[in-house]
């Protein structure tokens, strides 16, 4: 159910309310509520994007991790023959 609310509004907000995609938004309510609903998107997006930034540093993390790892035990390793077994045949090779 709507309820009806009075908010004074800088000159330059009417005036982007005033000058609004008319045949896409016929009255100001219309133009209002789609505005704020869009802020709330945005909103919610923003959060969303900062979990999976936080989430690829992690990934970042473990991948280098895991390659400052295969970095040792590769480097560890006395003989080529115990390199090869660890690591396979070069794709080149395989076919």
């Given at each position: 159910?709507?309820?009806?609310?009075?908010?004074?509004?800088p000159?330059?907000?009417?005036?982007?309310?005033?000058?609004?995609?008319?045949?896409?938004?016929?009255?100001?309510?219309?133009?209002?509520?789609?505005?704020v609903?869009?802020?709330?998107k945005?909103?919610?997006?923003?959060?969303?994007?900062?979990?999976?930034?936080?989430?690829?540093?992690?990934?970042?993390?473990?991948?280098?991790?895991?390659?400052?790892?295969?970095?040792?035990?590769?480097?560890?390793?006395?003989?080529?023959?115990?390199?090869?077994?660890?690591?396979?045949?070069?794709?080149?090779?395989?076919?």
């Amino acid at each position: 159910m709507a309820r009806q609310k009075h908010f004074r509004l800088p000159d330059d907000v009417l005036e982007r309310i005033n000058h609004r995609d008319k045949e896409m938004y016929p009255t100001e309510n219309v133009y209002i509520t789609e505005a704020v609903r869009n802020f709330f998107k945005k909103e919610e997006t923003e959060n969303v994007m900062d979990k999976l930034e936080d989430i690829q540093d992690k990934l970042d993390r473990i991948e280098k991790k895991l390659e400052e790892d295969a970095g040792k035990k590769y480097s560890s390793f006395s003989s080529d023959a115990e390199k090869k077994e660890l690591y396979g045949k070069p794709d080149f090779l395989k076919y």
